[in-house]
């Protein structure tokens, strides 16, 4: 016996013939492929969202940020001091902190609970260039008397949409809504659509304790080099503190450290995947020790009638790669699905997560489904094709 059409043709006849053992095998190899296939597709559609939601920011925008690192940030803080420190640096065009603290607003006689974040108003046009918020309906932040609303806060925060021309009051305090910002396409600025935005100085007066910058945006001058005028800023802030207890990132660095986040989460997801995989890989193997045991005299009849050891290890090779394949093409199939309609999704919640399926990882997949069928398939043939045919038509 070849291995060609004919081959191929016994083999599916026999996984049919297998039923409920040889699906449930099959699905093994499914979940575990469609798995690696859906990680592997949406984490790198996440790493292209993320750059280029970063680079969108452009290479002329910093960020100072509390702590040498994530771990220091709660027990660092930046000072309003700080703001016309960096603004004074060379290649510096402008700098804007940014407030954030949780307070209870009013709305036609009721009270929840949600984020302020606090500007300077006379700066708004460069935090719209930051591209951090985009208006919807009014206009930008005027003064102290008035607000901005994210777009999730006006629609969903109280029963009735708050609208351009409402009044909301923030402990006792009336604030005129000016305007409604846009849904955020970006996760950059995926804040400011569940919060209320005011003046720094409104904030202050508001809040029953001290509140302190939680970041320092930075626009840079046209012309200016980015590495030098950032290390500028960092010289600056440091004879400031009297140490180095904050970072100032750019948009590039900002995004390697989301890229290695998601780096690492591929890797602990897709080894888990992996596993699952193997143990449809196992499954394979029980189910081929299963078919050698019930097809004893089908090998001896073969045997009979001149089948070698080789032709019989090769059916039962064939079967298992078969379910390997099959299972590898569905998982393929699945795994891109699932990315498909978790892409279709987060465009319908304002996230720009694209869909794609690297044709590398489809042939990998094939590939390695095909081997785990044949290297689970291996032992359970060469038991096969040792069978004596005369024991094996007693059986």
Known sequence: MKFDLELILVS??????????????????IIGLAAI????????????SINEQFNALGQ????????????TSMMSRLEEKDVGIVESVKGVRVAFPIYMTGETIEFKGKRKSTLLIGVDASKIDAMKDTRMIEIASGNLLAGQGTVMIGNKTALTLFDKEIKTGHTIKIN????????????????IARFVDSAVILDEKALQEISASQVYPSRIMIKLENNADVIETKARIVNALKRSHGEEDFQVSDA????????SIIGMLQ?????????ALLVGGLGIMNTMYMSVLERTKEIGVMKAVGATNYEIMLVFLSESALIGLIGGVLGIILGSLIALIVSIASESLGMSLPFGVNPAIII??????VVV???SGLIPAQEASKLDPVEALRR
């Open 267 to 275: 890797i602990v997801l897709g080894g888990i995947a992996f596993i």
């Open 60 to 71: 002329d925008t910093l960020t100072v940020q509390p702590g040498k690192s994530q771990m």
């Open 37 to 48: 296939i859906a990680l592997v597709s949406l984490g790198n559609s996440l790493q292209i």
């Open 373 to 375: 069928g044949i290297v």
């Open 12 to 29: 599916l006849r026999s996984i049919k013939a297998l039923g409920l053992r040889s699906n449930l095998t099959i699905l093994g190899i």
């Open 172 to 187: 006792e305090k009336s604030f005129k809504v000016i305007g409604i910002l846009a849904k955020p396409t970006n996760m």
């Open 364 to 369: 990998f997949g094939l590939l390695f489904s």
């Open 252 to 259: 590039s660095q900002i995004a390697e450290s989301a890229n």
